[in-house]
């Protein structure tokens, strides 16, 4: 994918939604890492078996928080979305494929559709682009 392609703002309006919900869930989840470390930080990532949590619950909050907002505000939120992309697939494999192994498929069901979701809204946004009420489509490049 071409600069000028990655910094595209494709889309309609409408695309303020998902950015809204993608990057507002990502911003608030790299806050709550800071903010209670022992529930949704260090602490959670040393319950769920990350290793070296003291160096990547730190690195994840940053990633989300950053890449989060970067997607609120519509810069650069193709690039942004594939950070957020690994770090949701990280939580599936490390949080949702135990509960599907140990408990099946509608336990983990259950708990995995906000990742779902989140999951999807990030592929979407790596796609289509941050759409025209956007910092992207202020960008001298990202108009066609």
């Given amino acids: 994918m071409t600069v000028k392609r990655m910094l595209a703002a494709d889309g309609s309006a409408a695309n303020l939604l998902i950015r809204l919900l993608v990057g507002g869930v990502f911003f608030l989840e790299g806050i709550k890492k800071f903010l209670f470390p022992e529930q949704w930080g260090v602490g959670r990532f040393t319950h769920i078996g990350v290793p070296a ?60 559709r906000t990742d779902y979701s989140m999951l999807m809204g990030l592929v979407f946004l790596l796609i289509v682009g941050a759409g025209p009420l956007s910092a992207d489509r202020r960008l001298p490049h990202s108009r066609h």
Avoid: H, Q, Y
């Avoid at 594939?82 to 099946?104: R, S």
């Fill in 53 to 112: 949590p003291s160096t990547l619950a730190p690195f994840v909050g940053a990633v989300e928080i950053v890449c989060g907002f970067l997607i609120l505000v519509g810069l650069l939120a193709r690039l942004a979305s594939i950070p957020l992309i690994i770090d949701i697939c990280v939580a599936i494999a490390t949080t949702k494929i135990p509960i599907l192994l140990k408990n099946g498929f509608w336990p983990m069901e259950a708990e995995a």
